[in-house]
């Protein structure tokens, strides 16, 4: 009798671990989320379509929004003169950047 109380509470014991183990997934960290920079020529018209092509899917993918955080930094290709002791720029894609 104790024999078959004994086989009965391994059963139960190991179906309890068994069920523990198959409905309890394990823990991972949420990642770390890279930080990416693009330095944007305001007024380019590739560097406004890579935003509005890749990065917009990229962005607009849930998952990917944990991934990455994106800085996007817009400046001008310019050129610099030096005219009379003053600085004057001339922008690469005129006069809108």
């Known amino acids: ?7 009965i509470f391994s059963f139960i014991m190991l179906f309890i671990l068994i069920s523990c183990y198959v409905t309890v997934p394990p823990s991972r960290p949420p ?19 890579f935003i509005i092509g890749p990065v917009k899917k990229f962005l607009s993918d849930d998952p990917n929004k944990t991934l990455a955080v994106i800085n996007i930094i817009p400046y001008g ?5 030096k005219i009379q002791g003053k600085y004057e720029f001339e922008c690469k894609n005129g006069i809108k950047e």
């Open 31 to 49: 990642p770390i989320p890279t930080e990416v920079n693009i330095y944007m020529q305001s007024a380019c018209p590739h560097t406004i379509d």
């Open 77 to 81: 290709n310019t050129e610099e003169y």
């Open 1 to 7: 009798m104790l024999k078959d109380q004994n086989k």
